[in-house]
Each structure stands twice: as structure tokens, then as C-alpha cells.
């Protein structure tokens, strides 16, 4: 984990890559601990019958959901392809 600073509001952020690929920053102070069942190829299950055992997994929220700055780092929307701009 790559871990690090908001320049937005100074907060400690955990650097991740969202499944698109992409930096994705994590707040530090958000991290909860979650038991999650497993079968025995080691894929998520909910089915307790199926069970192979538990893992403790670390999640963490997108710090863009509680920093008060989060707006200064969002890109704005991509203009619709195919209509002009006097319309």
C-alpha cells in the first residue's frame, strides 16, 4: 500500500487501482475489518454450507466520499459525442 497525503485537505489517503486501472485514494482512518467466507478455491461465498473458512479482509472508503475538497479533483463530464454546442 502506497499511503499518503490530500492535498486537498491534508488527510492521510492509502493509494489503490480501481478495477478500471485507474489511482483511486482510500481514506486511512476508514478502515474496517470484515470477515468473509470462502470456498476451497478461495472465492467469496455466502453460502455457509459451501464455507472452507473465513479471511479478515481490510476495506476502506473512496476518500472522495468524505473530503471537503473532492471537487477540486473532479473531471468534468465528457461532452455527448454527435450534438454541437449551439443546440
Known amino acids: ?3 499518503g497525503q490530500c492535498r ?3 488527510a492521510e489517503i492509502i493509494w489503490a487501482t ?3 486501472g485507474k489511482p ?3 481514506s ?3 478502515e474496517e475489518k470484515r ?3 470462502v470456498d476451497e478455491m478461495q472465492r467469496p461465498t455466502s453460502d455457509p454450507q459451501r464455507a472452507h473458512m473465513a479471511v479478515i479482509e481490510s476495506v476502506f472508503r473512496s476518500h472522495f466520499a ?3 475538497a473532492a471537487d477540486r479533483f ?3 463530464p465528457k461532452p455527448e459525442s454527435g450534438k454541437s454546442s449551439d443546440e
Open 1 to 3: 500500500m502506497i499511503r
Open 18 to 20: 480501481s478495477k478500471n
Open 66 to 68: 468524505d473530503c471537503p
Open 28 to 30: 486511512a482512518q476508514s
Open 74 to 76: 473532479r473531471k468534468a
Open 24 to 26: 483511486m485514494p482510500l
Open 8 to 10: 486537498g485537505c491534508g
Open 35 to 37: 470477515a468473509v467466507l
